[in-house]
């Protein structure tokens, strides 16, 4: 998650409170790239794929893998980490390394609620 901000670039903060943060790992989808603060959904397989929208995710991605990556990845049957509960910043979080315009803060926040995750206002 980059910024533009007055031309220069900086990255937004995702994790708010570390001791409060909740770990696990899924599966990658082959060919997709993931940026940290994605919004993702998971399969009965533990699957991680890219959430449509900011109403229907159940995670946080936890690291930036590229396609290459993944497709590796999926191929050695290697995880990656993925957050579910913590305390996160809603202007960090995006949707396929897209960051959430303000408009849909509301509903990602209420999503996040149901998903017992803080995404907090800064």
Known sequence: MT?????????RLLILDNQKLRRANAKVTTATAYKQG???TLSEANVATHAADEKTWDVICGQDITVAEAT???AAGIEMT???GGVFSVEGVS????????AKYDAARAKATKNKI???KV
């Open 118 to 120: 803080e995404l907090a």
């Open 3 to 11: 910024a533009i901000i007055n031309g220069s670039t900086s990255r």
């Open 38 to 40: 994605d919004l993702l």
């Open 95 to 102: 949707l396929a390394g897209v960051l959430l315009a303000t």
């Open 82 to 84: 993925i957050h579910f």
């Open 72 to 74: 590796a990845m999926a």
